[in-house]
Nanobody, 121 residues
């Protein structure tokens, strides 16, 4: 059974940084795309970034240049480095694993339970 578990959320001041981690168990992620989504209160879940098996990446326009997604296949782990955080980045961040590996479109198949990120002074 595939499980996806996020960690690394917390409270940070505007301009600060956080790194989220996501570990997938029950499946080798080597050939799968993985993604980070987020959902703020009262808003729809949005795609933040995704990474395919050869480490090519895609980013949402609101985070491009500030966030970096990366993967370590040996550890079955995906990371999201978030820099220059803003109050509007406050949300629950979810990791997702896809059964597929398409370059320009991510299809979520498995979800973690989410980790809260709060950006506040």
């Amino acid at each position: 059974q595939v499980q996806v578990v996020e960690s690394g959320g917390g409270v940070v001041q505007p301009g600060g940084s956080l790194r989220l981690s996501c570990v997938a168990s029950g499946s080798n992620i080597r050939n799968n795309a993985m993604a980070w989504y987020r959902q703020a209160p009262g808003k729809q879940r949005e795609l933040v970034a995704f990474i395919i098996s050869n480490s090519l990446t895609n980013y949402g326009s609101s985070v491009r240049g500030r966030f970096t997604i990366s993967r370590d296949n040996a550890k079955n782990t995906v990371y999201l480095q978030m820099n220059n955080l803003r109050p509007e980045d406050t949300a629950v961040y979810y990791c997702s694993l896809s059964r597929g590996n398409r370059r320009f479109q991510f299809s979520p198949d498995y979800w973690g339970q989410g980790t809260q990120v709060t950006v506040s002074s």
